[in-house]
């Protein structure tokens, strides 16, 4: 409500105190002390009684109540806020009341708790020294106040609108805090933010009106920009009907006319039962809603709960000077693209209303902000920053990831080549596979990177290191010798331990069928393929026989099929380790 303060002049704290009589059947309210005599604003005189009884007379419960201490607005002829300060008790047969242009809730009603008193002792050389005094009083925000009357002294801090409103010293803040659940709470800020026709009832007067001025303060630094009654009186009942968005305070006894002439679309807000009807769904985005949530849930007192209403704030218009042109206007497109896109049905909404609109206008105008927000604005653009730069940086990884899978998914989907199948979809009927050939016309040279078996006689061959020479003589390879990968023979009669027998058969055939013991080792000699003469299968985790029998680390130093060796230790993961070397038969 900051733009419709009065600025710019030097203000009293107050421009008339008012005593007012209790109305009867038959007959209104009267003034019956006025201070100063001087103040003749009859419009502003006429229409103070009619809102403090809203009811039209005073109604009995109100006196069962104990003290009733409330506040109202009036707007004057410039669109400005007075704000009327009110206070009866049901040991009191009249109505205080103090008119000012400064929203000043706690520091009135200190004195008109003092006013009470004095009035009640009859002290009224007392009471015209203490409305003297205020009258003519500093009004710097944050000064120290020290009043002198009737021999006694008042010491009051005057307070700054500045400050955040803080738990329990702001009494408006304290009372919806009281009446409303975190849920109810949130529900009532949403229906705000989005200008829904808001009916705020109670049987109370202190809690109703202290709950209308808190609930605009939620929007700070935004501003309500539609119609206000803090308080409706009797008279004035229709305005519950108006089709524009409002924020009305009812009292109970006029609650259940108000919300026939509101209709269905308005949010009603039972504050004695603590519950919030509507039938919209404004839902915000829960980095919206998670700090202000924290701090009604948390129970705290201070300042806590107008900063974290405040930091959801901007969280959501954060950054906003950086969408303004060079011409001073503001970009909408700009605004939505910096921010992320599950936001953009709440931003294109909230860019039409007024509230938004008022807050650009003012920002483009160098209207004074509140330094707190500005601060907390100023975080946000850092964070959206390294925010737009993380998800940039995360996009671009997507799409890499993407563009990876896609590729692999092609290669899978590729025929196989032939005779590249893998000994892992071997199945048993492999074994009626006719033996290879013992000759093959093209040998094969095969490579493993972890260990490589070689045969050069006829004798049962062993796993030896690369390093280790062999024990029987063979003909040297002068391919191998010219392999500036294989270690050559350290002297005469030692085997190069990477020359291969030649009847080798070639590595697809090998993979392609069942590993097979029928093999030629040398001239032509061949051995038959029992059971008895196949340890491979003993050592194979696919042929095993039994649960009890596991493959050891190591193939069985008797092995004699070489291809039975390599298939042995072939699997899907080392596929991809092993180098093939292709080469033309050498015969020397």
């Not at 949403?190 to 809690?207: D, G, Q, Y």
């Not at 974290?308 to 950054?319: D, H, P, R, W």
């Not at 896109?341 to 931003?347: F, G, Q």
Request: proline share 9%; aromatic share 10%; hydrophobic share 40%.
């Amino acid at each position: 409500m900051g733009f419709r303060l009065r600025t710019g002049v030097s203000l009293r704290f107050y421009e008339c105190f008012l005593e007012l009589s209790f109305p009867t059947e038959g007959n209104a309210s009267e003034v019956l002390v006025k201070y100063p005599e001087s103040y003749q604003d009859e419009n502003v005189l006429r229409q103070i009684p009619k809102f403090a009884f809203p009811c039209g007379s005073f109604h009995s419960t109100q006196t069962q109540l104990g003290v009733q201490s409330f506040s109202f607005v009036l707007t004057d002829c410039d669109g400005k806020f007075l704000f009327i300060f009110c206070r009866y008790a049901s040991d009191c047969s009249t109505c205080l009341c103090f008119v000012s242009f400064l929203p000043f809730f706690e520091f009135f009603w200190k004195f008109l708790d003092v006013i009470a008193e004095l009035n009640n002792a009859g002290q009224t050389s007392a009471f015209h020294q203490l409305m003297e005094s205020l009258l003519h009083a500093d009004t710097q925000p944050g000064s120290v106040l020290k009043l002198t009357f009737g021999g006694r002294e008042l010491t009051v801090n005057v307070p700054d609108p500045e400050k955040l409103p803080a738990i329990p010293q702001n009494r408006n803040l304290t009372e919806l805090y009281n009446c409303l659940p975190p849920e109810s709470f949130m529900s009532l800020f949403s229906a705000l933010l989005f200008e829904r026709r808001l009916l705020l009832v109670s049987a109370k007067l202190t809690r109703l009106t202290c709950c209308v001025m808190a609930t605009v303060s939620l929007l700070a630094p935004l501003q309500w920009q539609h119609v206000f009654v803090p308080l409706l009186p009797q008279h004035l009942i229709d305005y519950a009907g108006a089709p524009m968005p409002f924020v009305i305070g009812v009292h109970a006894t006029m609650a259940e006319k108000a919300k026939a002439m509101a209709g269905g679309d308005a949010v009603i807000v039972d504050l004695d039962q603590g519950v919030v009807l509507s039938t919209h769904v404004d839902k915000l985005p829960n980095s919206v809603v998670a700090p202000p949530m924290k701090e009604l849930q948390a129970a705290s007192v201070g300042d806590g709960v107008s900063r974290a209403f405040m930091q959801a704030l901007a969280t959501i218009i954060g950054g906003y000077m950086q969408c303004l042109n060079s011409d001073g206007k503001f970009s909408h497109e700009l605004f939505i693209e910096t921010r992320p896109p599950k936001w953009r049905p709440l931003l294109e909404r909230l860019l039409q209303l007024q509230l938004f609109e008022q807050f650009i206008t003012d920002r483009v105008r160098n209207v004074p902000l509140s330094a707190e927000f500005e601060r907390m604005c100023s975080l946000k653009t850092q964070d959206s920053a390294v925010t737009a730069a993380f998800q940039q940086v995360r996009e671009r990884g997507r799409k890499a990831v993407k563009d990876a899978r896609s590729k692999i998914q092609q290669r899978l989907e590729m025929p196989k080549l032939p005779g590249m199948a893998l000994r892992r979809e071997a199945s048993p009927a492999f074994s009626s596979l006719p033996a290879l050939p013992t000759q093959p016309d093209s040998p094969t040279v095969a490579f493993r990177k972890e260990t490589i078996y070689a045969h050069a006689s006829p004798q049962p061959s062993r796993l030896r290191a690369p390093d280790q020479p062999m024990a029987h003589h063979a003909q040297s390879d002068p391919w191998l010798e010219s392999c500036p990968l294989a270690p050559q023979a350290s002297h005469a009669g030692e085997v190069n331990p990477f020359a291969l027998d030649q009847f080798v058969p070639p590595m697809d055939a090998l993979l392609h069928h069942e590993p097979n013991n029928n093999i030629s080792m040398a001239s032509g000699s061949s051995t038959s393929a029992s059971s008895s003469n196949e340890p491979w299968r003993e050592f194979d985790p696919l042929f095993t026989g039994g649960a009890d029998r596991r493959a050891p680390a190591h193939p069985p130093p008797g092995t004699r099929d070489p291809g039975d060796l390599i298939a042995w230790h072939l699997d899907t993961t080392e596929l991809s380790k092993m180098i093939f070397t292709e080469r033309p038969a050498f015969r020397p």
